[in-house]
């Protein structure tokens, strides 16, 4: 029977990946702004359900339209979870680019990858985001760089919050946790170390339900501020909302 489930939800996420690809070549590249973001929200959602992850936003702090959004990065999931709520236009590492199909599309979607080191890059790719923030988009990334285990908050690389100050928006700090139905880390969802993506999905998969758990936080004025001042402010509004398991 268990064999059976797995089957039948791994040929439901292929099916639902065919309709991600079948939308970005027809839709997409014609499509407006609030078309894109109302087909990605719907399609993020669908996903996330197959997988068996119930998305919830935690009370407090609406989400601003027009903001720089900066997470903690646990999972793959991270983006689609985020994407469910508030569609954005990511930044994010290159190895995601190497995700089978799911990398094609998140790239199909907007999100601009980003390889580490590269400086020339990071110029380029800082000058596109101050760009996207002043056409009034939302821009999100995850300033860890990397996976971080549940409830740990690694520190903020702060290089892109400049593009938040020259670009006159807002920092919105935003916590995300997976939870399983005690309220504790989902044991199945953490992406660090060893564990590869097929690992990940087969282990989400074959689990139990996972809520997770997107908080809002009080935006960052980023205007007078240093780069290094918002990166640290953010990281540490974040660690505070992990610690009541994003109960702000």
């Known amino acids: 029977m268990l064999r059976l489930r797995l089957a039948w939800r791994l040929a439901r996420v ?3 990946l065919l309709a991600g690809l079948a939308a970005c070549a027809l839709v997409f590249p014609w499509a407006r702004s609030r078309t894109r973001g109302a087909l990605t ?11 068996g992850v119930r998305v919830e936003e935690a009370p407090g702090n609406a989400a601003l339209e027009h903001a720089l959004f ?13 994407n ?3 569609p954005c236009r990511f930044v ?22 980003i390889a580490r080191g590269n400086r020339r890059e990071l110029r380029h790719i800082f000058k596109g985001i101050v760009s996207v923030l002043g056409e009034g988009e939302r821009v999100a990334f995850f300033p860890e760089g990397t996976v971080a285990r549940q409830g740990q908050v690694l ?9 938040a100050i020259d670009a006159g928006v807002q920092v919105q700090p935003c916590a995300l946790a997976y939870l399983d139905e005690a309220g504790n880390w989902h044991p199945n969802v953490d992406y660090a170390g060893e564990v590869t993506f097929v690992d990940s999905i087969l282990r989400i998969l074959r689990g139990g339900p996972i809520r997770a758990r997107l908080a809002c936080l009080a935006p960052l004025d980023a205007q007078g501020a240093h780069r290094r001042e918002l990166a640290q402010a953010a990281h540490d509004a974040v660690a505070a909302a992990l610690e009541g398991r994003v109960v702000p």
């Open 41 to 51: 929200r719907r399609w993020s959602r669908r996903l996330l359900a197959i997988c």
């Open 92 to 113: 994010a590492k290159a190895e995601i680019r190497a995700w089978p199909v799911l990398g094609w599309l998140v790239g199909a979607a907007g999100t601009v990858f």
């Open 155 to 163: 520190p903020f690389h702060a290089n892109l919050f400049e593009a």
């Open 84 to 86: 469910a709520l508030h």
């Open 70 to 82: 900066v997470s903690n990065h646990v999972s793959w999931l991270d983006i689609f979870v985020i």
């Open 14 to 16: 292929a099916l639902h």
